[in-house]
Each structure stands twice: as C-alpha cells, then as structure tokens.
C-alpha cells in the first residue's frame, strides 16, 4: 500500500496535466519536430511525460541510469527504446546522434552521489554540483542537433521537489536533514539531491540556446534553454 504522501502527491500532480502538455506542445514547435526526427528523452526514467503527451512516441528514446523503469517505459507507451547511461560523464551517444534532446526537471539533480550528500557542506556541494552539470549541459548540447532543457527556478518561492516556500535558500547540509526528516510527514517526498539554476549560471551551461522564463501566476517559475537549429 502506497504512503499517504505518495497518493497525495500523485493527486497533486494531476493539476500539473496541462503545465505538461504545454510545455510539450512549446518543444515540438519550438524545434520544429515532425514524425521523422529522433528524440532523446534524457532523465526522466520510464519516460511517461513524453509518452503520454508526445504525438511520435515510436521515435523516443530513454536515457538513464536504473534500467527497470525505462524498460516497463518503452513497453507501456510504445516508445522507441532505451540506453543505460553513467551517473557522471560522457553521454555514450555520438555527436548529433538526435535531432533534438529532451530534458525536463533532471540536470539540477545532476550533482553528487546520494551517500555523498550529507558530507558535504554548502559552499564544497555547490562547486562539485556546479562542475557536474557544466559537463552534463555540454554533452546534451554534443548529442543533440537541438535541445530543450527545463528546470526549476532557483527564485520561484515554493520549491518545485518539496513544495515548501524558501527551502531552497537553506545550506545544503541543514535542506538534506530537513528532507531527510520530513520523509513521512510532509504531502510530498523528496530528497535535498538538486542544485537549482539562476538565470545567470543557467545561460553560461548553455551559450548556445536561448534562455526562456516560464511563469504561473506571473512569477518565473522555470528556466528553459533551447536550440533549435
């Protein structure tokens, strides 16, 4: 039987249906994608995002790095396969592989092993993140001919992994104890894994895209990098 907080935020989540389907919308046209172009939906393990709002699923690969969800992925929504990924690294794809690489809400998770996390303190886990995702944000730009890359907003005031206002302003230290011990009380489960973006780091990992704000209720609540030639 599923915790309270995980049907909860399974509920939750479904007001979030046509955020999605916009945003996808925003990347076809954005990129001009057709039934012909080769997507790699990197990060987002069973790849039910693009599954379920993609209109060419056949043409989507996975990319992560549990193998099981991606695999239960490809045959619940006819995706077009899957390719086991490092932690940290190279992407094991060519260059331009694909005609365009979808990100959505994973590279500021890209930033140290969970055992690592509470060694760190803020300052040393901010550096190490940082070098991270440079590397992460250079080899999406390698293996896609176009890209569309989204993350959370550093200065969005509820933050988007805990839904709590202003914990992200938190030392990484104190957020990782914080998630740690809210584990089964909060309505959501999360985990202080993540380095979220300004608008200025978020352009220097991607020089070659323009930067777009995505906003609710007026107030920027995601960044989005785009190349699309």
């Known amino acids: ?17 046509r955020l999605k389907r916009r945003r996808v919308q925003m990347f076809v046209n954005a990129l001009g994608l057709g039934p012909s172009h080769r997507i790699l939906d990197l990060g987002s393990e069973d790849g039910s995002y693009l599954g379920t709002c993609y209109p060419y699923p056949k043409n989507v690969v996975l990319a992560d790095i549990d193998e099981a969800p991606m695999r239960e992925g490809v045959a ?3 995706l077009g396969g899957y390719r086991v990924i490092p932690a940290d690294g190279a992407l094991p794809f060519g260059k331009g592989e694909f005609d365009a690489v ?18 760190f303190r803020e300052k ?10 440079k590397l992460f944000a250079s080899e999406i730009s390698r293996v896609g001919r176009r890209y569309f890359v989204q993350t959370p907003y550093l200065h969005f005031p509820v933050e988007a992994h805990a839904w709590m206002p202003f914990v992200q302003y938190l030392p990484q230290e104190k957020r990782w104890r914080l998630s740690r011990k809210l584990a089964r009380l909060w309505i959501k489960q999360w985990r202080a894994d993540y380095n979220l973006y300004d608008l200025k780091r978020f352009r220097e990992h991607f020089p070659d895209g ?3 704000l995505e906003r609710v209720f007026g107030l920027p609540k995601s960044l989005i990098a785009i190349r699309a030639f």
């Open 210 to 212: 323009q930067v777009t």
């Open 76 to 78: 619940r929504y006819g």
């Open 124 to 133: 040393e886990f901010a550096e190490k993140a940082d070098r991270h995702q």
């Open 102 to 119: 979808w990100c959505n809400s994973v590279i500021e998770h890209v930033t140290l092993k969970r055992s690592e996390l509470e060694t």
């Open 1 to 17: 039987m599923p915790a309270w907080n995980t049907r909860t935020e399974a509920t939750l989540s479904t007001i979030t249906d």
